[in-house]
């Protein structure tokens, strides 16, 4: 299937690694011209020197911090700088670390906002009026399936809390930018195999006192029905297709790509 994303201009935050990662190259794989950033120069470097190595498509990076608003200037600069216009953003930012509520103080929810929503806000603020100028646009933001079924997930409750504001400000904007031709939908992770997860595993491990292994065995035995974790490609083709063209009626949805891990109906 074309997906019709040959030449669109790409935004793709925090990618040097993990979901960010795979969503930049299977965009650069669909022929898409693509903005990759992360906080460290050398991996985001290699990141899209990787990426442009294996699909032959125009990568460009920049080292910014999507957590503060200069970053977030400097990333959309970039695109705007290189390319001249944004077709596509796909919202993205590093995970608030893991604590429960007595752990955590108003200076580590203020970090969260920060990271969580506030690369939402101001990376949507930033790519609108391009994406308004050449008529249209489509917006993916990458939650969590916590936003849906948080209570199984009891230690990252900045996690739970924040990106349900994202998904909120999402919803609300499928609506509002419905007029200007730009699309706003949700993709979210269940328990995709990347570093995040890794470390969230090994947080759970030392609060319960087991190993790792004995926790990814949990979820892939008890609670993920097709019985293992993602993989990032997996994710990435649903970002991919719901950003592009193809998805051209869908706008304000949020799927969960999550092998089965969810229980609710909707
Ligand atoms: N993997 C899953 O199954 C899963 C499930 C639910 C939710 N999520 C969420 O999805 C997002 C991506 O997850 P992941 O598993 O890909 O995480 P990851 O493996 O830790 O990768 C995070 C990426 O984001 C970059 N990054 C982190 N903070 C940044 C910042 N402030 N500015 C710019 N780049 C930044 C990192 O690069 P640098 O360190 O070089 O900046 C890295 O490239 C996270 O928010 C995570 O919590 C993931």
Redesign the pocket.
């Known amino acids: 299937m074309d997906l019709g994303l040959r030449d669109k201009v790409t935004i793709v ?9 795979a969503v930049a190259e299977e965009f650069a794989r669909e022929g898409a011209r693509v903005v990759m ?4 120069e050398a ?2 470097r290699a990141a899209a020197e990787g990426v442009q190595r294996k699909t032959g498509a125009e990568v460009q990076w920049t080292v ?4 503060t608003a200069e ?1 977030c200037q400097k990333l959309v600069k970039t695109a705007v700088d290189k390319f001249g216009t944004i077709d596509i953003l796909v919202s ?4 608030p670390p893991p604590g429960r509520f007595d752990d955590l103080d108003d200076a580590a929810w203020q970090k969260a906002v920060g ?1 969580t929503l506030f690369s939402a806000v101001r990376l949507t603020r930033l790519v609108l009026p391009h994406m308004r100028k050449a008529g249209g646009g489509s917006i993916v933001y ?1 939650t ?1 399936t916590t936003v849906r079924q948080p209570t199984q997930y009891l230690n990252l409750i900045l ?1 739970n809390a924040i990106r349900a504001a994202v998904q909120g400000m999402a919803k609300t904007l499928s609506s509002d930018l419905a007029k200007d031709g730009v699309r706003v939908n949700c993709v979210q ?4 195999f ?4 890794e470390q969230l595993d090994s947080d759970t491990a030392k609060r319960q006192n087991t190993t790792p292994d004995a926790i990814r065995a949990h979820y892939e035995k008890n609670v993920i029905p097709m019985g293992r974790y993602g993989k990032p490609e997996e994710f990435a083709a649903a970002v991919v297709f719901l950003a592009s063209p193809k998805a051209s009626y869908i706008t304000g949805t949020s799927l969960q790509v999550d092998g089965g891990m969810l229980m609710s109906m909707f």
């Open positions: 935050a925090a990618s040097s690694k993990g979901l960010g990662r950033c992360s906080r460290d991996a985001i910014a911090d999507v957590g970053g993205n930012a590093g995970g990271i990458m969590s996690s992770p269940g328990r995709i990347t570093e995040r997860i």
